[in-house]
T-cell receptor, first 113, second 115 residues
Framework: DGGITQSPKYLFRKEGQNVTLSCEQN?????MYWYRQDPGQGLRLIYY???????QKGDIAEGYSVSREKKESFPLTVTSAQKNPTAFYLC????????????FGQGTRLTVV | GENVEQHPSTLSVQEGDSAVIKCTYS??????FPWYKQELGKGPQLIID?????GEKKDQRIAVTLNKTAKHFSLHITETQPEDSAVYFC??????????????FGKGTHLIIQP
């Protein structure tokens, strides 16, 4: 099946630790995105990548880092510099950055204790 | 930048009745207005979208209307069913093709269908 896969679904980490969230797509999409979702809030863009080995900061990039070494993979690292990391994280992809519908993964719920 | 306001935050309707969710936006450059449905514990899924050269679009029980002069757009769901219960997000983008990097989302409406 074609799709976008996020893992794990639930993730618990201790405060001060870095953690990496996985996002893989087999849709052959060029563009990939990371969003953060908080209760009662809309989705906010963290980072996006239009092409391999290139990525851009979104609205709330501070405390996060990404890499795009392969077309199908766009991992997000939540660093210890992120002040309030507990949230629901959504990955998305689209054929091109500006011209096509975005498809979302199932999300990863990160809880930092 | 763009600001999208969405109302109401929660909407409860009887099964079979209609539901209307409204959004306003601030940037007149916005050209693309999608609506997403998010079920509990899942990612959002595009259900309908409209571009600025169209005033209304319909797909079976759902429809979207756009008023560019007033900068508002609405989602209409008729003959609501239990499976319509979810959180609905509106969004606006200056990219008429719909790329996610240009999307500004509303805060969501939790739609509850009462049996």
């Amino acid at each position: 099946d074609g799709g976008i896969t996020q893992s794990p679904k639930y993730l618990f980490r201790k405060e001060g630790q870095n953690v990496t969230l996985s996002c893989e797509q087999n849709l052959n999409h060029d563009a990939m995105y990371w969003y953060r979702q908080d209760p009662g809030q809309g989705l906010r863009l963290i980072y996006y990548s239009q092409i391999v080995n290139d990525f851009q900061k979104g609205d709330i990039a501070e405390g996060y880092s990404v890499s795009r070494e392969k077309k199908e993979s766009f991992p997000l690292t939540v660093t210890s510099a992120q002040k309030n990391p507990t949230a629901f994280y959504l990955c998305a992809s689209s054929m091109f950055a500006q011209n096509t519908e975005a498809f979302f993964g199932q999300g990863t719920r990160l809880t930092v204790v | 930048g763009e600001n999208v306001e969405q109302h109401p935050s929660t909407l409860s309707v009887q099964e079979g009745d209609s539901a209307v969710i409204k959004c306003t936006y601030s940037d007149s450059a916005s050209n693309y207005f999608p609506w997403y449905k998010q079920e509990l514990g899942k990612g959002p899924q595009l259900i309908i979208d409209i571009r600025s050269n169209v005033g209304e679009k319909k797909d079976q029980r759902i429809a979207v209307t756009l008023n560019k002069t007033a900068k508002h757009f609405s989602l209409h769901i008729t003959e609501t069913q239990p499976e319509d219960s979810a959180v609905y997000f509106c969004a606006a983008s200056p990219y008429s093709g719909g790329g996610a990097d240009g999307l500004t989302f509303g805060k969501g409406t939790h739609l509850i269908i009462q049996p």
